[in-house]
């Protein structure tokens, strides 16, 4: 045959364990017809989901190869981590990767193959043949081809013309298309597979997305429509911005109910999960024990002094707070998406020695390292998202608490990590080093002053949260505009997560005393083209468990 023949490869491979017993599936198609021409698949033993995907591309243009040696393949897979490797965007580090990318690269010269990312429901055919692999493996046997009960209509191929989605895996839009079909009365069905929308049952294996009010600390969303006009503010999030593991134990855990002390962060207060709603407006007079504080950014106020006034208004917040007009939809829930998001995974890093004496550690301090615990939690998380797979960059804030969070996940995921000066904590003056109860005893008059508003500084000269929030605003910006479609892990400390949070909902500056962050936790917002956020994920400490 001619060069003009076209053939279509789709692979997958999965891992029950990650690692853990692995096979990959890959099915040749023909790109005219979507008449299945070849399929392959292998049970391979134990090894990795990104090494079992690697072997199924394998597979697949071995199988084109041999029936047409000079056809252009267009390769088609779920896995972002082997196109964007593939397609020359990534660099490949992992030893495990580079002799199957490079065995990859031999089957055709490299100009006749080109690659594409789709979303994981539209590649069942080689996810079937995978899992097939997998069960036979489990029993002894063989894969037989004779036995494959995976779909050979032609549908997957006639899809091959249809425009693909632009957006990373886990974006949004599934999300908010329902809830603007539900604004304008109109039906929505969701595909199957996707990630999570605002409400509905999330499909298996994805990160459930947040409905409503979550409760502080968790992750599972919640089923069900809400209802039109909710107010601003309240998270009508998708999902985490990263489809679930393909392995047999993938979970949707919520976040930790009982808080491991942390190091930094308003919420790394002093008493942070401590607070019931009534306890923000206690006066400041009450007798507080200094032993139940950890006093890091932005402490949550202890209990029996007021978390700043509940009077606040959001005229305290920086020119940058979107604020939604009186009588309008929620935002978020009307007008023109404009695309895939830029989706930023947030990445709080792992304890220091000065946790767990819940002190101030902000940018102004030591700069500790991470403790063995700490270390411990980094591995954990760089795991997770290692077997999410859709972390595509890595920006990292500039002190060594999340330089060395962010290496542990480089290390796994095979990427380089930027250093953004705007990601870094609060600098915290003189307060430095000192618990909360320190603090009291020997600046009463200013930690007052810094409880009250968010424009008052620590002493000696630290950073005010209206500071910060300008800081990590203009971050913000920069990084969503440089990003756009793509989701970047943004390694950093509490006051910026929450302050992207915060942003991203429209909510004025006391709320930063209202939020749950652990060490090494997981958030997610997504930022779209028309200035519209999702706030997808909050304080994800599944991981940790």
Not at 79 to 100: A, F, T, Y
Not at 242 to 262: E, H, Q, Y
Request: proline content about 7%.
């Amino acid at each position: 045959m001619t060069s003009a023949r076209e053939l279509v490869v789709e692979a997958d491979g999965g891992s029950r364990g990650n690692p853990g017993p692995a096979g990959y599936g890959a099915v040749v198609l023909d790109a005219a017809t979507g008449e299945t021409l070849a399929e392959a698949a292998e049970y391979i033993g134990v090894a990795t989901n990104n090494v079992a995907e690697y072997k199924g591309l394998v597979a697949g243009l071995k199988a084109a190869r041999e029936l047409f040696p000079d056809a252009t393949v267009h390769v088609r897979m779920d896995s972002k981590l082997v196109v964007e490797q593939m397609s020359g965007r990534w660099k490949i580090k992992h030893p495990d990767m580079k002799p199957l990318a490079a065995e990859a690269s031999r089957v055709f010269p490299a100009g006749r193959v080109r690659y594409e990312w789709i979303p994981r429901e539209r590649n069942k055919h080689a996810d079937r043949l995978a899992n097939e692999a997998m069960d036979a493996g489990r029993l002894g046997r063989r894969w037989e081809p004779s036995g494959s009960t995976a779909p050979l209509d032609a549908s997957a191929a006639r899809n091959a013309a249809a425009p693909p989605p632009s957006g990373p895996p886990g974006d949004a839009r599934a999300g908010a298309a329902r809830a603007r079909a539900a604004l304008s009365g109109t039906a929505w069905t969701p595909s199957t597979g996707t990630s999570a929308g605002i409400a509905g049952t999330p499909s298996t294996g994805t990160s459930a997305g947040i409905a409503g009010t979550p409760t502080a600390g968790t992750s599972a969303g919640a089923s069900g429509t809400p209802s039109i006009g909710t107010p601003a503010g309240t998270s009508t999030a998708g999902t985490s911005g990263s489809p679930a593991a393909k392995t047999s134990d993938a979970r949707t855990g919520t976040g930790a109910g009982a808080r491991p002390a942390t190091d930094d962060g308003p919420n790394d207060g002093p008493n942070d999960g401590l607070f019931a709603a009534e306890d923000v407006t206690a006066t400041s007079s009450t007798p507080v024990a200094s032993g139940d504080f950890e006093a890091e950014a932005g402490a949550l106020a202890p209990t029996g002094h007021a978390a700043r006034t509940t009077g606040a208004t959001r005229a305290d917040a920086p020119a940058s707070t979107p604020v939604q007009p009186r009588g309008t939809a929620p935002q978020g829930w009307a007008g023109p998406d404009m695309g895939a998001p830029a989706t930023f995974v947030l990445l709080r890093h792992g304890e220091t020695a000065l946790t767990p004496e819940k002190r101030f550690s902000g940018s102004g301090g030591s700069d500790p390292e991470l403790s063995a615990a700490g270390l411990r939690q980094a591995e954990a998380v760089a795991a997770a998202l290692a077997a999410r797979g859709t972390i595509q960059e890595i920006v990292s804030s500039p002190l060594t608490r999340c330089r060395q969070t962010a290496a542990a996940v480089a290390a796994r995921l095979g990427l380089d990590v930027r250093i953004e000066q705007g990601l870094r904590e609060t600098d915290f003056g003189a307060w430095e080093g000192l618990t909360f109860g320190e603090v009291r005893e020997r600046y009463p008059e200013d930690l007052d002053a810094w409880l009250a508003s968010p424009k008052a500084a620590p002493t000696g000269g630290g950073e005010s949260f209206a500071t910060v929030a300008r800081r990590v605003a203009a971050t913000r910006d920069r990084l969503t505009a440089a990003h756009a479609g793509r989701t970047v892990l943004l390694v950093t400390h509490v006051t910026p997560i929450k302050t992207l949070v915060r942003l991203a909902l429209g909510a004025p500056p006391e709320s930063l005393f209202r939020m749950e962050l652990s060490a090494a936790s997981i958030s997610a917002v997504a930022y779209y083209a028309d200035g519209n956020a999702s706030v997808r994920l909050l304080n994800d400490t599944s991981h940790l468990r």
